[in-house]
Structures are given as C-alpha cells and as structure tokens.
C-alpha cells in the first residue's frame, strides 16, 4: 500500500545522527533586526536624495517588518487585542506577507478564533499552495473545526513538503479520526523509520488511537504495551495503557487497570491523575478505606482539581461523616469553574450534600441544593466524550492535550525571554514613530492629508516626543478640515516654537473654524501685518472682532476687505454671513447679491440669500432664491426646510408640507422641521399626529421652547390637560431662560 506521503518521514534525520553539509552561519545572511535597520536606513537616504517613491517602499517594509516583530512579543505574552491590531498594521504595509498572515492565523486559533484563524490560513494557503507551515496550520484548524476530509488534504500536503513530528502526528489522529486504520498504521510505520522506534513515540501513537472508534482501542492498547515493552519506566505509559482498558471495557476493566496504574504509581509517586484514578476504581469495587487514601493523595496533589473531592465527599457520607463531607461536597462545588465538566457530574455532588442538609434539619438549604441538583441532571446531554463514554466520571482525564498541538500553544515567554523582547520593542519604538511621521511628510507633499493625519496619529502613539510630530500633525489636520484634531497639536507647537507664522495662522483659523472667536483674536493678534496681507486672515480676524463684541472695527475691516477684493465672490458672501450674524439682514443682502452677480449658479448664495430675505420678512422673494438653489443642488436639506418654511409664511400649506415630510425622510433628527410638521397636522385636526410628531421634535431638541409651547396647544385639544399644563410650564421656564425666541427662524 503507498500513499503521497511515502517516505516523507524517512528524510527526517533521527536525534544524535551527524549531516555531511554544514549549516550556513549567521554572517551568510541578516538577522530580522539587520534587515529592518536596513530598510530604514535605505528609507531616510532616499527620502533625503528627495526619492520620495523609493522612500516610501522602503518605510512600508520596514513598518511591515517592525509591526510584525511587536505583534509576535504581544501575542506571546497573552496581550491578544493589541497584537491583532499590530497584525492588522503589518498587513497594511504587506497585505500579501505569507508569514504575518500565518502567525495572525496561529494567534487567533489560541485564542479559539476558529474562523477568523481559518480565514487567515486559507488566504496564504490559497496563494502560496507550496507554503507547509500555512497548511500545516490551515489543517489543525480544519481539524479543530471536525472538517477531518479537508484536515487531511492539506496535513498531507504539509508533511511531504516539510516532514516533522507534530504534522504527522496530527495526520495520524485524523486517518483515526476518519476511521482509516490502514493508512494511519503505513504512517506511524514510516514515523518509526524515519525518527527511531521509542518508547515515547508509541505513546504518542497509542493516545493517537484513543482518538478514533472503539474499534481502534485495541490498537491503542497495543501501542502502550510497546511502549512499555521498550521501556517499563517510560512516564505515563502504564496510565494511559489502564485508561485505554477503562475506555474500552468500562468497569469490566478494573481488574486489568489497577496493576497498571499501581506500576504507574511506582514509577510516579506524585502522579494526581493516577492517585484519583484509582481511587475511583477502589470506591466502584466498593473497598471505601482504599479508595480514601488514593483520593486524598491527588487531592493533595493537585488542589485545584473538584474530581477527587466530589467522590472523597461521597465516600465520607455514605460512611456518615457528615460534617467533613459536606466541609469536602462544598469545596468540590466552589472549585467546579465548568459544571459541565465530566457530563454535569457536579450534579451529584449537590445532590448528596442535600442529603445531607435534610439530615441535619437545614430543609431550605437542601430544597436548593436538590433544586440545582435536578436542574443540572436535565442539562445531562450525554454528548460524544473523547476519552470515556463508558465511563462519564473519567472524560476530563482522557482529554490529554495531543502531541500535535500548534506552536502559538507552546510559545509563551519565559520572564527572561520577555524581558529581551520588551527591550527590542523599546528599540523599535523611536523608528517606528519616525517611520510613520516621514510617511505622512510624503503624503502631505502630494496633499493627501487624510491618509497624512492617519500616519501622523499613529506615530504619535509610538513616539509623542518626536521633534517635528506636532507641527506636521497639527498641520495635516488643518488642511484636512479636522479643526477640532488640529488644535491640540498645534498649540503645543506653539508654545514651543511662537516665532512659526505658519503654525500660528493655522491655529487661528483653526479656532476660528471653531468658532473659539476669543482664542482665535488671541491668538492672531501678534500677526497684524500678516493679516492686514492674507484676505482669509483678514476674515477671520475682523468676524472675531465682530463676535467678541468690537463690532465698529470688525465692519470697519469687512468693508474693506470687500472693497480691496470687489471682484470676489467668495468675500462678498463671506460678509455677508458676518453681517447676517449681527441681524443686519439688509446689509447680508447687499453682500449677497454682489456675489450673486459674480457667480450667479453658486447654489449656497441662493441660499444664504433666501434665509436673509425669510428674516427680512419677505417669503415670496425668500421663496424664489430658494427654488434656485434646490434646482442647483436638490439634495440640500437646508434649502428644502426654509422653502417649505417660507411657503408656510405664503399660506400654500399642502407644498410646505409636502416639503417638511421630506425633509423629516432623509434626516429624522431635525427638530424644526418636526416642529414645523405638528403645527400644519394640528391645524388639519390631525391631533393624535400632530402630538406624536411634537414628541419626536421635544426628544430632538428638549430646549425648544417654542416646540413645548405647541405641544402644551395640541394635549389640550387631546383633552390631555395635565400635560398640557405641564408643557406650559416647561416653556416658560425654557423662555424665560431664552427670551425672543417664539418660532425658530433659521436651522
């Protein structure tokens, strides 16, 4: 019989053999740290020599190789969401690296990830069908998953590609798995040739057994009585050979277990698991003192573990030792972290320490315990035990953990090891800052600040103390509209550097954007002659005046402004909104329609045009320059909500409300228009609409006076008089707080 995998195990070279090649010594090729350093060294000369394409790619890999670096310590160490998010930004720098992708995959299966580990694997599994570690690792997903037919395909594919214990091994449990006996024993036949016929390796193969049908436990058998044949001492074999004889025979297996696990025992003094094993033979073959010393010594031997407890408690009370049964029976409990554990057999612990609360009198007590009891033998599901069906009690003592467990399992630092791995996370830090900052000074060069500002935050998080962070931060945020992002940054690069004309012009637009006017002034005042030349500069700074309360000189300098730069549409309409800003309507129009002759289809003066004219109190007029802009731009919902306004002021109603109902369809949390709404459904008679649509609008906006005042007149027509009374109230406490304001005139 041959299969693909013939001979594969013959190239491994058995411990203590000798090779006629000599391995390549770490002078002929970089170590991972050499070849970062070399990519950020090639990185900064190119960026200097003004090679910005190369600059970049060289970043890119070393970002992507550093990351990588840092995500390994972190996912070691169990710091498992910030490695993912580490991974996450290797891959964005080498979306198609084989071996972050495999170690993101091979931390996601520790972590039980299962899909998003079998997601991963396949990715690089698929690309790179050669690449061993990926399928190896994709087929111990597949296999987690019970996928057994696809573990196989790419177990084998491994194991002829790169032969090694643990992918063998795995494949072996899956042909047993599958039920393919045959093809598992050629394997285990060329794992014995090719790593050397031990004790320890038919161990494995007999626990490998133990995986399959009952079927295979005869094989299983045979493999432990080999190993034991090899080696009588060899740990653990004489244990797993009386385990096998309880999984295959139950208790007709008693009789052929207890010499074993005796011989184990002589081997091992200390072994808990062989100490509770035959205690719980002893207590089934009804000898209590026996079994007492042998569940007291693994008790004693691994004090977490509930199992021994829970028959030690049993056997005490059946002996009528009540009180240090119930003392045992209730340690058992608290230490039962998974009541599923070996088929819900805690259940009868809670069943025999009702017993025993009934004897003592505590009926309450033991009403509960019988109730948890009962609830917990229905949850009983009997589900496929890996280790003992015949025999739930046992099941959590047949799930050994298998010789083919991933890498990622075994990887964990020692303090030592993680504290060298801290220090090269230390070393990395600085240029992985410097890396991310120099990214973003390439992307702001071509004026992609939002990807800049991406890079500068994350630089910040690596390096905040970086010498030219700020500035470029603070910067990038600016031209990137992030006002509210800009300021930070560039008021600390401010306070450094007062001189920077660049970084205080920023600043200052930035809080002007903001509508920080008295921080703006504050802070553009030192620059008056490089105001006096930048018309922006000059807006901003005469607004300022104008809403910090120097209204003469705010207008005195917008009027100026207009007047340097009369054909600019955007500085008659930026006047125009300052003048509108003080309520002088009259003037805002003005502005606006010298805009309006400079750039007539510019749909925001119509519009800005139309709310002056509202407020002017002229609605037709306002409602024409409102068609205008909606015909420009007819998805603003601004323009639809005060034409609509205004048709209401024109008494053509059906339009206005046809309007509002729109507007409420593509934004639900504008509050006027809610308001607007309920007022025309209540002078329809629609009252229980209306109320509801009032509500929405109170929810929206709780400090809309004028909408508590409409909702108090549409409850009383509702004959709803309590809250009709308390809607009055809530609004004159609301206007009193805000007087003037009755209906809103402008959102």
Known sequence: ????????????????????????????????QERLQQHYDA????????????????????????????????????????????????????????????????????QGNLPEARSLAERVARDAPSNAKARALLGRILFDQKHYKAAREHLEAAVVAAPSFEVGYLLGVTYIRMNDLARARVLFDEMVAGLGDTAQIHIYFG?????????????????FKNAIAKDEKAPHAHYFLALAYLQRDGESGFDEAVPELQAELWINPKDARGHYLLGYIFMKQHKPAEAEVSLLR?????????????????????????????????????????????????????????????????????????????????????????????????ANLSQSPEAGSSDTEKSRLSPEEQKQAEVLVSRLKPAIGDAYNNLGVILADRKDFTFALEYFRKAAEWSPAHETLARNWGMAAFYASQYDQAVEPLSRELAAHPDDLR???????????????????????????????DPGLQ?????????????????????????????SADIHMLLGQAFADQGEHGTALEAYRKALALDPKRAQLHYLTGLALI????????????????????????????????????????EARALMEEV???????????????????????????????????????????????LAMAYRRDSRTADAEREIKLYQVLKNRRRGRDVPQSR
């Open 1 to 32: 019989m041959c299969f693909p995998l013939c001979l594969a195990f013959l190239l491994l070279i058995p411990a203590g053999a000798q090779t006629s090649q000599a391995l390549p010594s770490a002078k002929d090729a970089p170590s991972p």
């Open 43 to 110: 990185a900064r000369t190119y960026q200097l020599g003004g090679d910005q394409e190369r600059a970049t790619a060289e970043y890119r890999a070393f970002l992507a190789g550093a990351l990588f670096s840092v995500a390994n310590v972190r996912a070691r160490t169990g710091d498992f969401g910030a490695a993912a998010d580490l991974f996450d930004q290797a891959l964005h720098f080498a979306p198609d690296d084989s071996d972050i992708r495999v170690a993101y995959a091979q931390m996601r299966l520790q």
């Open 207 to 223: 626990r490998a057994y133990r995986e399959g049908e009952y079927q295979s436990l005869d094989n299983a058998i045979q493999e």
């Open 298 to 394: 693994s008790a004693e031997l691994d004090t977490e573990n509930p199992d021994p407890l829970v028959f030690l408690g049993q056997l005490h009370a059946d002996a009528g030792r009540d009180k240090e049964a119930e003392e045992i029976l209730r340690k058992a409990i608290a230490l039962t972290k998974d009541v599923a554990r070996n088929d819900y057999q805690i259940n009868r612990t809670h069943y025999v320490l009702a017993r025993l609360l009934l004897r003592s009198g505590r009926r309450e007590e033991a009403d509960k315990e019988l109730a948890i009891s009962k609830e917990l033998r229905n949850r009983v599901m009997h589900p496929e035990l890996a280790g003992n069906q015949k025999l739930p009690e046992l």
């Open 503 to 533: 970084v205080r012009a920023a600043l200052g637009l930035g809080l002007f954007m903001l509508q920080n006017y008295a921080k703006a002034l504050e802070t553009l005042r030192p620059i008056q002659s490089e105001v006096d030349n």
């Open 539 to 567: 807006y901003a700074y005469a607004v300022c005046l104008v809403k910090t309360g120097d209204y003469p000189e705010g207008a005195r300098r917008l009027k100026s402004l207009e007047k340097a730069n009369p054909n």
């Open 615 to 654: 407020r002017q109190g002229s609605p037709a007029e306002a409602a024409q320059e409102l068609h205008i802009a909606l015909k420009l731009n007819p998805a603003d919902i601004s323009s639809k909500y005060h034409l609509a306004y205004a048709l209401i002021q024109m008494q053509q109603k059906e």
């Open 664 to 710: 409420i369809r593509h934004d639900p949390n504008h509050a006027d228009a809610h308001y607007e709404l309920g007022k025309l459904q209540l002078e329809h008679g629609e009252v229980k609409a209306a109320i509801s649509t009032l509500e929405t609008g109170i929810k929206l906006n709780p400090d809309g006076d004028y909408i508590h005042y409409q």
